[in-house]
Each structure stands twice: as structure tokens, then as C-alpha cells.
């Protein structure tokens, strides 16, 4: 939260309002090691998890929460991260 904090201060509320949802959803668990991999990255927002949550464990679970256009834009950020994990830059 201090990462979100400094980077959108006015941002901060927007950011938990989604987070919110997202656990309505998503295991503790699932939402921690989303948290690792947006610090692994240094994009602490909710357009980074979004797309590491649908690329680990599908994108059905994501549509309980988002609507069909951002699950299309976060399935491009989420294969962009299986390339990355494929070629050894994280995890």
C-alpha cells in the first residue's frame, strides 16, 4: 500500500475499492502472490495484478469482476507475463 501511496496518493482509494472486489474472488493466498509478483516488477497498481491473477489461475474468475473489454486488455499485459516468466526474467 505505501508503494501506492507514493506513486498516486489521490489514486489510493480507487486502488482499495478494486482490491475489494478482487478478494471477493481470489484467495488471500492468490491476491499475496499477485502483491510479490507487482513488487517483483515495480507496477504496484491494480493493472498489474488484474493481469497476473488471469495468467495464473484464468480469466473466468476475473469476469465476476471486470468487464469484457479490460479482461481482453489484461489478457495481453497477462501473456506479455507467461513470456516473461518463460524466459527466465521473473519467478
Do not use: W
Not at 479490460?70 to 497477462?78: D, F, G, K, V
Amino acid at each position: 500500500m505505501n508503494a501506492i501511496r507514493k506513486k498516486e496518493p489521490r489514486g489510493l482509494n480507487r486502488q482499495c475499492q478494486a482490491l475489494k472486489k478482487i478478494l471477493k474472488v481470489y484467495s488471500k493466498e492468490e491476491v499475496m502472490l499477485g502483491f510479490k509478483h507487482c513488487v517483483e516488477v515495480k507496477r504496484c497498481k491494480q493493472a498489474e495484478l488484474r493481469p497476473f491473477l488471469i495468467y495464473k489461475f484464468g480469466r473466468d474468475r476475473a469476469r465476476k469482476i471486470v468487464c469484457q473489454a479490460t479482461i481482453y486488455e489484461c489478457q495481453i499485459r497477462a501473456g506479455e507475463i507467461a513470456k516473461e516468466v518463460v524466459n527466465g526474467e521473473q519467478e
